[in-house]
Nanobody, 124 residues
């Protein structure tokens, strides 16, 4: 079993930055990811990290602005978000998949564990 807990969400203006944190406990997983879901939209992965190889994957919409990383000693996952735009407004979820990420971002039905989410709101 894996427990995930996100923090760090909040409200910022366009161009601002936030860092999301996901504290993980329990079993080791090979793929960790950040998803987001805006009102009326499907949940989508924005970044993923292959914990064994250190390989990262990003959605085109956030590439160059967001950075996913992990502190192995603390078993904590981060999402540094810079240059935030109103389109980034969403509930952000930390997710973990037992097996590796593969070559593409995980789909919504792939993670085995989910955190409860943290809200990010970007105003213009």
């Amino acid at each position: 079993q894996v427990q995930l807990a996100e923090s760090g969400g909040g409200s910022v203006q366009t161009g601002g930055s936030l860092r999301l944190t996901c504290e993980a406990s329990g079993d080791t997983t090979l793929c960790m990811a950040w998803f987001r879901q805006a009102p009326g939209s499907e949940r989508e992965a924005v970044a993923a990290l292959d914990t064994a190889r250190g390989r990262t994957l990003y959605a085109d919409s956030v590439k160059g602005r967001f950075a996913i990383s992990r502190d192995n000693a603390k078993n904590t996952l981060y999402l540094q978000m810079n240059g935030l735009e109103p389109e980034d407004t969403a509930m952000y979820y930390c997710a973990a998949k037992i097996w590796d990420c593969g070559r593409s971002l995980p789909r919504d039905n792939e993670p085995d564990y989910w955190g409860p989410g943290t809200q990010v709101t970007v105003s213009s």
